[in-house]
């Protein structure tokens, strides 16, 4: 969504970032170009010394949804990731929001090979690809939130992803929550 500033709290956990990756010897910074994101990037990019760079495939999830009152999605939509008219809209499967996380992650992986970047998205798609790495499939009888039990990612949290020499997938965790 356009025009969602960090709040307070937001900044301070940006900063605390900043700090936690100043000595993890961070190479680039790419985010997803929505305004909370690239404020994270930004704040983390001035301590650590790197000027964050945009990347659409970062974005938050394209919702079909978006201007409905949030009552309608309570009462009619139990998971909106396979709820036909979601879908039928535009909106993304989570098989298509780990997909376009993945091409994200592999590209940079290729790109900054054996080096430390950061990839600053949103809540959803960074948690459909850790359900995905973490071996859970989607199967149509599994909503969204099933997949990323017991622990959603928090605002300010970080998985950590590590890759072998050939970019495969070693091991993937959060280590700040």
Same mark, same amino acid.
């Given at each position: 969504?356009?025009?969602?500033? $960090?709040?307070?709290? @937001?900044?301070?956990?940006?900063?605390?970032?900043?700090?936690?990756?100043?000595?993890?010897?961070?190479?680039? &910074?790419?985010?997803?170009?929505?305004? /909370?994101? =690239?404020?994270? !990037?930004?704040? *983390? @990019?001035? *301590? +650590?010394?790197?000027?964050?760079? &945009?990347?659409?495939?970062?974005?938050?999830? /394209?919702?079909?949804?978006?201007?409905?009152?949030?009552?309608?999605?309570?009462?009619?939509?139990?998971?909106?990731?396979?709820?036909?008219?979601? *879908?039928?809209? @535009?909106?993304?499967?989570?098989?298509? +929001?780990?997909? /376009?996380?993945?091409?994200? #992650?592999?590209?940079? $992986?290729?790109?900054?090979?054996? =080096?430390?970047?950061?990839?600053?998205?949103?809540?959803?798609?960074?948690?459909?690809?850790? !359900?995905?790495?973490? @071996? =859970? =499939? #989607? +199967?149509?009888?599994?909503?969204?939130?099933?997949?990323?039990?017991?622990?959603? *990612?928090?605002?300010?949290?970080?998985?950590? !992803?590590?890759?072998?020499? !050939?970019?495969? $997938?070693?091991? +993937?965790?959060?280590?700040?929550?």
């Amino acid at each position: 969504m356009k025009g969602f500033p $960090l709040s307070p709290s @937001g900044r301070s956990k940006a900063n605390k970032l900043g700090n936690y990756f100043k000595k993890k010897n961070i190479f680039a &910074i790419y985010t997803s170009p929505l305004l /909370r994101t =690239k404020e994270t !990037a930004d704040i *983390i @990019g001035k *301590i +650590i010394g790197i000027k964050p760079k &945009i990347n659409n495939l970062l974005i938050e999830v /394209r919702n079909a949804f978006q201007g409905y009152k949030i009552s309608y999605l309570h009462k009619n939509v139990k998971d909106v990731y396979s709820d036909p008219f979601f *879908i039928s809209h @535009g909106g993304e499967t989570v098989n298509e +929001i780990y997909d /376009r996380m993945k091409k994200a #992650v592999d590209f940079y $992986l290729k790109k900054n090979k054996d =080096k430390n970047i950061i990839l600053v998205s949103h809540g959803d798609p960074i948690m459909a690809y850790y !359900a995905f790495n973490k @071996g =859970k =499939k #989607v +199967i149509k009888e599994k909503t969204f939130s099933s997949l990323v039990k017991p622990r959603y *990612i928090p605002k300010g949290g970080v998985i950590k !992803a590590t890759f072998k020499d !050939a970019g495969a $997938l070693q091991e +993937i965790k959060p280590v700040n929550y």
